[in-house]
Nanobody, 124 residues
Framework: QLQLVESGGGLVQPGGSLRLSCAASGFTLDYYTIGWFRQAPGKEREGVSCFSRNGGTTNYKDSVKGRFTISRDNARNTVYLQMNNLKPEDTAVYYC?????????????????WGQGTQVTVSS
């Protein structure tokens, strides 16, 4: 069974950091393009970052550029999202998603596999 499991969310003060993990089981993440998405209460889901399956492309939403970094650990079959200098507007449920399409995209419907999400709350 193909599964993605996110972890690493929590409550953090503004300016703090979190590292989200997306662990895959049942398939090898190296062969998939991975996207990180988030959905805040009352808002639509939005793409945050993505990492193409060939490793050649990473993209970031403008508001997180310079603060968030996506990376892979193929040995652990895990993708990470390092989030620094967090802001209250980063508060959301964060999801990872995977698809065989090699194009890095922030368009959610193109991703076939999704995790259950992890809550990130940035508040003082």
């Amino acid at each position: 069974q193909l599964q993605l499991v996110e972890s690493g969310g929590g409550l953090v003060q503004p300016g703090g950091s979190l590292r989200l993990s997306c662990a895959a089981s049942g398939f090898t993440l190296d062969y998939y393009t991975i996207g990180w998405f988030r959905q805040a209460p009352g808002k639509e889901r939005e793409g945050v970052s993505c990492f193409s399956r060939n490793g050649g492309t990473t993209n970031y939403k403008d508001s997180v550029k310079g603060r968030f970094t996506i990376s892979r650990d193929n040995a652990r079959n895990t993708v990470y999202l390092q989030m620094n200098n967090l802001k209250p507007e980063d508060t959301a449920v964060y999801y990872c998603a995977a698809d065989r399409d090699p194009v890095c995209s922030g368009y959610g419907p193109k991703y076939r596999y999704w995790g259950q999400g992890t809550q990130v709350t940035v508040s003082s």
